[in-house]
């Protein structure tokens, strides 16, 4: 018996839609990286891009428990003398964010260039509006039991 390895002609695609309101940034974060890699198919192949399409609505309304809005720091060095910058999650959370759930969805897809491929599928929103109406997501159901 061989093992079945999924063709790139074979991989079908959805879209799908969450909202984030009032979600926790961890469990959401998880939900969405799983799609994003296809671990929800039975074809799932872990060398190949065979994830779904992920439209994130409401970013600027999610959640975070603790202290975590002043104590995560999100870092970052221009590789120059003094480029360091630092800023809290709640500073970047007012300013972009997009870009909040983007890094966490990041940090949990693979560090190489199949990372960058599924990132590439992921878009987030501010708003409740979204520019994806013609793909017809469907929405995602999280772990959580909730429909977002």
Same mark, same amino acid.
Do not use: C
């Given at each position: 018996?061989?093992?079945?390895?999924?063709?790139?002609?074979?991989?079908?695609?959805?879209?799908?839609?969450?909202?984030?309101?009032?979600?926790?940034?961890?469990?959401?974060?998880?939900?969405?990286?799983?799609?994003?890699?296809?671990?929800?198919?039975?074809?799932?192949?872990?060398?190949?891009?065979?994830?779904?399409?992920?439209?994130?609505?409401?970013?600027?309304?999610?959640?975070?428990?603790?202290?975590?809005?002043?104590?995560?720091?999100?870092?970052?060095?221009?590789?120059?003398?003094?480029?360091?910058?630092?800023?809290?999650?709640?500073?970047?959370?007012?300013?972009?964010?997009?870009?909040?759930?983007? #890094?966490?969805?990041?940090?949990?897809?693979?560090?190489?260039?199949?990372?960058?491929?599924?990132?590439?599928?992921?878009?987030?929103?501010?708003?409740?509006?979204?520019?994806?109406?013609?793909? #017809?997501?469907?929405?995602?159901?999280?772990?959580?039991?909730?429909?977002?």
């Amino acid at each position: 018996m061989s093992t079945y390895t999924v063709k790139a002609g074979e991989i079908e695609r959805k879209w799908w839609v969450v909202d984030a309101e009032g979600a926790t940034l961890g469990r959401l974060a998880t939900g969405i990286a799983a799609a994003l890699r296809g671990k929800h198919k039975v074809a799932f192949t872990d060398h190949l891009d065979v994830g779904d399409a992920v439209v994130v609505l409401n970013a600027s309304k999610i959640r975070v428990t603790g202290r975590k809005l002043q104590q995560k720091m999100y870092a970052r060095h221009s590789g120059y003398p003094g480029g360091f910058r630092s800023e809290t999650l709640e500073r970047l959370l007012a300013r972009r964010p997009e870009e909040v759930i983007r #890094r966490a969805v990041r940090g949990m897809l693979p560090q190489n260039r199949l990372g960058d491929k599924m990132i590439r599928k992921l878009y987030v929103y501010s708003g409740a509006e979204h520019p994806h109406a013609a793909q #017809r997501p469907e929405p995602m159901k999280l772990a959580e039991g909730a429909t977002a």
